[in-house]
């Protein structure tokens, strides 16, 4: 059965960083695109960054471009989130995906993801 497990969220300070990381198991996901998406009380569910396939390539939304940083450890099956200048309106509960196809990886589209964690909680304060 595969799983994606997200840790390391918590509540820190405006200013400061956090990394999440997503450990998948049930199978490998090397190969595939995997990204990270956020919900805030409220608000739909909206792309954050995402890693392409075994190349590597990176995509970011405009609002945390710059700050965060998605990266990936093939060995562990893990993928890494980390978020600098973190801002109040970071505020949300955070999910990993993975997307189990080796089709055009629509990396931004939530309905390209096959797998989904269960959310990790990152609160930035003011």
């Known amino acids: 059965q595969v799983q994606l497990v997200e840790s390391g969220g918590g509540l820190v300070q405006a200013g400061g960083s956090l990394r999440l990381s997503c450990a998948a198991s049930g199978r490998t996901f090397s190969s595939n695109g995997m990204g990270w998406f956020r919900q805030a009380p409220g608000k739909e569910r909206e792309f954050v960054a995402a890693i392409g396939r075994s190349g590597g390539k990176t995509y970011y939304a405009d609002s945390v471009k710059g700050r965060f940083t998605i990266s990936r450890d093939s060995a562990k099956n893990t993928v890494y989130l980390q978020m600098n200048s973190l801002k109040p309106e970071d505020t949300a509960v955070y999910y990993c995906?993975?997307?189990?196809?080796?089709?055009?990886?629509?990396?931004?589209?939530?309905?390209?993801?096959?797998?989904w964690g269960q959310g990790t909680q990152v609160t930035v304060s003011s």
């Open positions: 995906a993975a997307d189990a196809s080796l089709g055009t990886y629509y990396y931004d589209t939530k309905s390209a993801y096959d797998y």
